[in-house]
């Protein structure tokens, strides 16, 4: 589904120039779970960014389902983004004024989905991440697992291609931890593609594959015989 | 301590550069604005404040009642002051003045003539001098017992005489050949006096027909009193009311009344006007007040904005002061240290400001007197007075809330935006600043039609290309008008040439009690125009019936206008035609009849008219001209003038010019309600930007986050703008009454007046929704474009 070929990237400040992604190839296909890990700083969560349209590379190729993404004008990186990803984020990023039902809601309507079908995907995802009772709640009366699960619905709601996650586990206890793992998994079997930057080798052992990062580079795959056996 | 809070405050400053800027900026222009009129209102309402009696000064004034209304007059019948001196014993002075102008000479001691100017004189009692302690260079009040003496002030005396030790015992010629005797030199009046006392002469000298008649009174004759120590005014009624019953037998048409008017009120009173012909209604100066308070609260808002937005950014220092064992009272003080900083830097900003607009001040109220920022201690008592007052409105409540942090959440950076005064407060601020600029962008567009619609209605008369040369009126000059006339109207481009006393439309009009077609008088009165038979075509005046007056000497008959004949209930304009008037002694039949002109300015209605020829009368010489030949044309008339009146002095204004003076307190309000409105537009919109500017940072990640999911700049640019317009909208809504209220008492004063149509307040909103869109959006877009990832990376 992903095809990523030689991808650049360096941040500059006005002193240093950082590479942060030094020549990066990498291949998932549809349905696939794909852990990237990596110590801090090797450039994981900027190519998360650039998968998610979010940040743009200097040079290379990156084409999702035979199109080209990053020859694509701002409207319509946005307009693809919008249209075939979700997001979630080790800090979950609610937004504290909305509701939970309204949070979830949000993706829906920024994609111009009328009102009454607009209800029924939020309530039906609800639903499914176990939240009901909390739908009238505001995001700081959720703990943190909770929290979590919303985020996950608000990325999940809009029915996406693909979900990227940035280290969903990182401000949860194990337990919760674990929740959200497993929702993912879950997800993943129901056939949604997940691309998920971890520091966590437990986290990435619910993964089909490990991609290793280091300064900007690509140095190690392994698939998880476990989990990749399903797939093939 | 203070030091170290001093360096905080400075770095704090320096560290928001923006938001200090905007502060700075936005109250610095309302000080400097605030300056400026408290210089104005402090100079105005230190008219007459200097005598030693001010309290006990009065001036006794005269009203007719009508059944149409009151008519007012600020001089008395002549014979009354020496009649109160007489009767009413709780007067300790009465001093009569008398306003005239005369042409005075200077001859060098070699008999030849050293200058001839044409002067405002006062005839004046040396109990006027009793009354005000004006301060005496040389000689003394009593001096003015006596006939035939004069007193000069300082300059009067150089000007005449080289200095003023000179001047005593020199003789001045009054009109071509009534010798005065300088008998005392008066220090200089001050400008900010309703007594321009300048040439006084003692009132002995004066002579007048009318020296013994109840029943004639101009307003030239005035009266002054000053009370008996302890006596109030308001006991004065009985006494007064037994000296009109003395004095009036009642058969007049209109009931006679004198009323007391304290001195404190002379300056202000339209009603009655004064010798120096210096007016400020109080209701202007409480305007300007107004406006004044206006812009410092608006200055004051942006200020509790930008701060309260900021407080978020300082709850850290906040707790770790708290920590540090810092009290509550301590940190009120220090955080109001810094806006009294921010204070006195605008101060200092201001009075630059102030100073470079002073020139504008001074050109646009015309005074011939420069304001300074430094000529005053109440100045600076003012100045200082503004910076606490500031600091405290806009510092106090900052503090409070900046001190009021729970040190525990502060110190972890924990203080939302709930508990730093909300957004509730500072919505409610935005909407009253709006408001208070929405009323005044209303009332300026209100102001500049009406002076629009003012300017643009037909007066009824010709005012383009005449020229009002004023003719001197004695059995001299007399004989020779007829020449004057000829020969003034051969100069090429002079068209028509009239003699008359007075324009159609004038400040100076004479009211006449009148009979028509009986022998009773009419119940209201009329003003009557004397003018010769060329008035017609120099001020192109039409006739609805009959023709125009003959040539005449004296008053053999009248033209009327239409308004009059309404007022008599005459339909048709040609039934009016060979009735009799008897007005002044003198019975006429009516030859014609004008269409309507306004002969009053347009605050007032149309007078009923009555026009007829009195060569006695004529003091105004109305030149019309080719509008291409004015240029060519009005130095030959000077010329001619002077050659034809040699012994006298040549003056001459526009008619055009004229009536634009009738308006001049609405172009000074206007042009106020111009610069005012646009500087507080000004300080509203910077305000707004920095609001918005601290909206957008505060909103950051929500903004990223909805990217992420989606929004479109668009869509973001559109959710940070809404809540503003919704803003906007409520400040029109709270504007739109008050507005109202204010235009509608101001359009009353004038009697024609444009319909209050919706368009202002549609214009208003309009203007303010645009305004504020345009300086939202400046930075709305640039928060909503921001990268995304930048946002959300870092919590």
């Given at each position: 589904m992903i095809t990523i070929e030689n991808l650049q990237k360096v941040y500059k400040t006005e002193?240093?120039?950082?590479?942060?992604?030094?020549?990066i190839n990498m291949h998932v296909a549809e349905g696939e779970f794909v852990s990237i890990m990596g110590?801090?700083?090797?450039?994981?969560?900027t190519l998360l960014n650039v998968m998610g349209l979010l940040d743009k590379p200097e040079s290379g190729s990156y084409?999702?389902?035979?199109?080209?993404?990053?020859?694509?004008?701002?409207?319509?990186?946005?307009a693809f983004r919008k249209k075939n990803m979700g997001f979630v984020f080790q800090n979950f990023n609610l937004i504290d004024e909305l509701t939970v039902f309204e949070n979830i809601e949000l993706p829906l309507i920024y994609n111009k989905v009328n009102a009454s079908e607009r209800k029924k995907l939020v309530n039906e995802i609800i639903e499914r991440m176990n939240i009901v009772n909390r739908n009238k709640h505001f995001p700081q009366q959720l703990s943190g697992g909770q929290q979590q699960r919303v985020a996950v619905a608000r990325a999940l709601v809009n029915r996406p291609k693909l979900v990227l996650a940035d280290e969903p586990t990182g401000n949860l206890d194990s337990a919760h931890g674990n929740e959200v793992m497993e929702l993912l998994c879950e997800l993943n079997e129901q056939g949604t593609t997940i691309v998920m930057v971890t520091h966590s080798a437990h986290d990435a052992s619910f993964s089909n594959r490990i991609v290793n990062l280091k300064d900007g580079h690509v140095i190690s795959e392994k698939i998880n015989k476990s989990r990749s056996a399903e797939l093939i | 301590m203070f030091k170290?809070?001093?360096?905080?405050?400075?770095?704090?400053?320096?560290?928001?550069?923006?938001?200090?800027?905007?502060n700075i900026l936005g109250l610095s222009v309302g000080m400097a604005c605030c300056l400026l009129i408290f210089l104005f209102i402090r100079y105005q309402t230190s008219f007459d404040n200097n005598f030693a009696n001010a309290s006990r000064i009065f001036r006794v004034v005269s009203t007719w009642e009508y059944p149409e209304g009151i008519f007012r007059s600020k001089g008395t019948p002549r014979p009354l002051p020496p009649a109160m001196r007489e009767d009413i014993k709780e007067f300790e002075k009465v001093a009569a003045v008398q306003h005239s102008s005369a042409i005075l000479k200077v001859n060098l001691p070699d008999g030849s003539e050293k200058l001839k100017v044409n002067r405002a004189i006062f005839f004046a009692e040396p109990e006027l001098f009793e009354i005000f302690n004006f301060n005496w260079l040389k000689g003394n009040p009593s001096v003015l017992n006596t006939p035939n003496t004069v007193v000069l002030t300082d300059t009067v005396a150089r000007t005449f005489f080289g200095s003023a030790e000179q001047a005593i015992g020199q003789s001045v010629i009054m009109n071509q050949g009534q010798p005065l005797r300088v008998a005392g030199v008066l220090a200089n009046m001050q400008p900010n006096s309703s007594f321009p006392l300048n040439i006084v002469v003692s009132y002995k000298t004066y002579r007048d027909p009318n020296m013994q008649s109840w029943g004639s009174v101009t307003s030239a004759s005035e009266c002054y009193v000053l009370l008996k120590p302890g006596v109030h005014p308001a006991s004065l009624q009985a006494p007064i009311s037994r000296f009109l019953k003395k004095y009036y037998d009642g058969t007049a048409p209109g009931k006679e009344g004198h009323l007391l008017q304290p001195l404190a009120d002379l300056h202000y009173n339209a009603d009655y006007g004064n010798l120096a012909g210096q007016i400020m209604p109080r209701n202007e100066l409480y305007g300007l007040a107004v406006i004044g308070i206006f812009l410092i609260l608006t200055a004051c808002i942006n200020f509790v904005n930008m701060a309260t937005a900021q407080a978020v950014g300082r709850s850290k220092e906040v707790g770790i002061r708290k920590v540090m064992g810092s009290r509550r009272k301590e940190l009120i003080v220090q955080f109001l240290t810094e806006t009294l900083a921010i204070s006195v830097l605008s101060l200092l900003l201001a009075c630059v400001l102030a100073e470079m607009a002073l020139p504008g001040l001074n050109s646009l109220f015309r005074e011939n007197l420069s304001f300074s920022l430094f000529s005053h201690p109440v100045i600076f008592v003012f100045m200082v007075g503004?910076?606490?007052?500031v600091s405290f409105l806009a510092g106090f409540y900052p503090a409070l809330v900046i001190s009021g942090f729970s040190p525990a959440l502060a110190i972890k950076n924990k203080i939302s935006q709930a508990a730093s005064g909300g957004m509730g407060l500072r919505r409610v601020l935005?909407?009253?600043?709006?408001?208070?600029?929405?009323?005044?962008?209303i009332g300026t567009i209100v102001i500049l039609e009406q002076m629009r619609y003012v300017r643009n209605q037909p007066l009824g008369f010709d005012t383009q290309a005449v020229a009002l040369v004023s003719v001197p009126n004695d059995s001299l000059s007399r004989p020779r008008f007829a020449n004057l006339r000829d020969r003034i109207t051969k100069i090429p481009g002079v068209t028509e040439v009239s003699l008359c006393d007075a324009p159609p439309s004038s400040m100076n009009n004479n009211q006449s009690s009148f009979s028509y077609n009986s022998t009773r008088d009419e119940t209201f009165q009329i003003n009557v125009k004397f003018a010769d038979e060329h008035y017609q075509r120099a001020f192109g005046l039409k006739l609805a019936a009959g023709r125009f007056l003959a040539r005449r000497d004296i008053t053999a008959e009248y033209v009327v206008n239409e308004t009059l004949l309404k007022k008599l209930n005459v339909r048709e304009p040609a039934d009016a035609l060979g009735k009799y008037i008897v007005c002044q002694g003198v019975k006429a039949p009516i030859v014609g009849v004008v269409r309507d002109f306004n002969n009053m300015t347009l605050r007032e209605t149309i007078s009923p008219l009555l026009l007829c020829s009195?060569?006695?009368?004529?003091?105004l010489l109305a030149v019309k001209m080719e509008g291409k030949a004015i240029m060519q044309a009005m130095p030959q008339v000077e010329k001619t003038w002077n050659e034809v009146l040699p012994e006298y002095v040549y003056s001459s204004s526009f008619m055009d010019e004229q009536i634009a003076n009738y308006y001049e307190s609405e172009r000074v309000t206007g042009t106020l309600f111009k610069v005012f409105a646009g500087v507080i537009m000004f300080i509203s919109f910077i305000g707004l930007f920095g609001l918005i500017s601290y909206v957008a940072t505060q909103r950051t990640r929500e903004l990223a986050i909805r990217k992420v999911l989606g929004a479109s700049t668009a869509e973001l640019v559109q959710l940070l703008n809404r809540s503003f317009i919704v803003m906007v909208c409520c400040a029109n809504l709270v504007a739109w009454p008050l507005a109202y209220l204010f235009v509608t008492r101001w359009l009353s004063q004038f009697n024609y007046r444009i319909e209050l149509t919706v368009w202002p307040f549609a214009l208003a909103m309009l203007v303010s929704i645009t305004v504020t869109l345009a300086t939202v959006t400046l930075r709305s877009y640039r928060a909503a474009k921001t990268n995304a990832i930048d946002a959300l990376k870092y919590e």
């Open positions: 002193e240093i120039e950082t590479t942060a992604l030094n020549g110590p801090s700083g090797c450039g994981k969560s084409r999702f389902l035979d199109t080209e993404l990053l020859t694509l004008r701002d409207r319509d990186r946005s | 170290l809070n001093l360096k905080i405050a400075l770095r704090n400053l320096w560290r928001n550069k923006g938001y200090t800027a905007i503004l910076v606490l007052l935005v909407v009253v600043q709006f408001a208070i600029t929405i009323v005044l962008i009195r060569a006695a009368s004529y003091e």
